[in-house]
């Protein structure tokens, strides 16, 4: 079955930088558009980031643009979102998802990201 597993989270001062990774198994990641999505305390989860399947296309939310870069390697399967000029309204699960055929259709656990002084 499709498996997203994300890691590098954790916690950084603001200014400071992360660089997450998803790495994914079950399916044939070169196949497939990837996203990035995140989920604050109390809010709903929302869109961050996505990359096609060949890596050359990308889309960042407004509040993201700039500061954060979407990258991925489907010679091993992973998908990546390095995160620089972090603020504290960055703090939140992150999740990777797989793009299906009409949506997401297939989701991590989350890396939990804080950013705090």
């Known amino acids: 079955q499709v498996q997203l597993v994300e890691s590098g989270g954790g916690l950084v001062q603001p200014g400071g930088s992360l660089r997450l990774s998803c790495v994914a198994s079950?399916?044939?990641?070169?196949?497939?558009?990837m996203g990035w999505f995140r989920q604050a305390p109390g809010k709903e989860r929302e869109f961050v980031t996505t990359i096609n399947r060949y890596g050359d296309s990308t889309y960042y939310v407004d509040s993201v643009k700039g500061r954060f870069t979407v990258s991925r390697d489907n010679a091993k399967n992973e998908v990546y979102l390095q995160m620089n000029s972090l603020k504290p309204e960055d703090t939140a699960v992150y999740y990777c998802?797989?793009?299906?055929?009409?949506?997401?259709?297939?989701w991590g656990q989350g890396t939990q990201v804080t950013v705090s002084s």
């Open positions: 079950g399916l044939t990641f070169s196949w497939y558009d």
């Open positions: 998802a797989r793009r299906g055929r009409d949506d997401y259709d297939h």
